[in-house]
């Protein structure tokens, strides 16, 4: 990783675990521009870095990040097409984020609300703490939600469920968000960070072309036919039977050891 010093993020290595906090505390992490574009290239990063398996998302202070900065928006002079260039850097972060081939956690800290949220539900888990608090308040300011969300959150939570949290904007905890299959686990707020890096532990230890195969056919199956399916996992099964990494696993196995992974 080489990315210059970012202005919004704080951006640290722990082993093969990248994480990047928002680092807006002063606005509770809300979004401006440069925050979409530096996580654009951080991820962007992380991608091609083969030392990285495993991005966490977080946020410095007592917010994940509560969406779209109000005030910024307000005194913005943008011209109808650079509103529309706005919201598409949001819809490239989440799309960024759900077709990244490393997986990626959302260490949900405090308040992830509108475009915070949104970036969380792209992720492949999100962790809670107790109180921390997530929705979608878009209703209540006379706009729509982004990133996906109309698609993805039905498939977390059953679509009655997510008709009423998008429709009313009504926020939920960690332990609710946990309990109705938003969120991977709810932890204390002082645990949070340790279980989110205790995740990101156990998928890096994981082959990374295995994992990239199946985050892709996990994310698209829904909209793929079965035969589609079919084929496409033994595409994947024939590609992970090339790698030295599938070697690793059938010696590691016989061996009764741990496989130790290297990418290729």
């Known amino acids: 990783m080489n990315t210059a010093s970012p202005e919004t993020l704080l951006v640290s290595r722990h082993g093969a675990i990248l994480e990047i906090r928002f680092n807006r ?19 962007a990063e ?11 998302l977080t946020g410095e202070g007592r917010a994940f990040c509560v969406g779209a ?6 005194g913005a002079k943008r011209t109808l097409f650079q509103r529309r260039q706005y919201l598409q850097l949001g819809n490239d972060v989440c799309e960024a984020i759900l077709r990244h081939p490393k997986p990626v956690i959302a260490a949900v800290n405090g308040y ?5 949220a949104e970036m969380a539900v792209a992720c492949d888990f999100i962790v809670m703490a107790e109180e921390a608090q997530i929705g979608f308040p878009e209703t209540s300011i006379g ?3 982004g990133g996906g969300v109309s698609k993805l959150l039905p498939q977390l939570v059953g679509l009655s469920k997510a008709r009423q949290l998008l429709y009313t904007g009504r926020r939920i905890n960690g ?32 082959a990374p072309v295995s994992i990239a195969m199946l985050k ?39 061996e009764k050891r741990p496989p130790e992974f290297k990418g290729h």
Not at 36 to 41: K, N, R, S, V
Not at 46 to 56: H, K, L
Not at 177 to 204: F, N, V
């Open 46 to 56: 992380a991608q091609a870095d083969p030392e990285v398996r495993c991005v966490i």
């Open 143 to 145: 706009t729509c939600v």
């Open 175 to 206: 332990d609710e968000a946990a309990h109705i299959g938003l969120a991977t686990a709810s932890h204390s707020s002082e645990q949070l960070m340790a279980e989110a890096r205790r995740l990101a532990d156990s998928l890096a230890r994981q």
């Open 25 to 43: 505390p002063h606005r509770l992490n809300a979004v401006i521009e440069t925050l979409y574009t530096e996580l654009l290239a951080v991820l």
């Open 69 to 74: 900065d109000m005030k910024e928006h307000g």
């Open 112 to 116: 992830a609300l509108g475009a915070g």
């Open 216 to 254: 892709r056919l996990v994310n698209q199956g829904s909209d793929t036919g079965l035969e589609s399916q079919l084929q496409q996992e033994l595409d994947a099964v024939f590609t992970c039977s090339t790698t030295a990494d599938w070697q690793e696993g059938v010696d590691a196995f016989a």
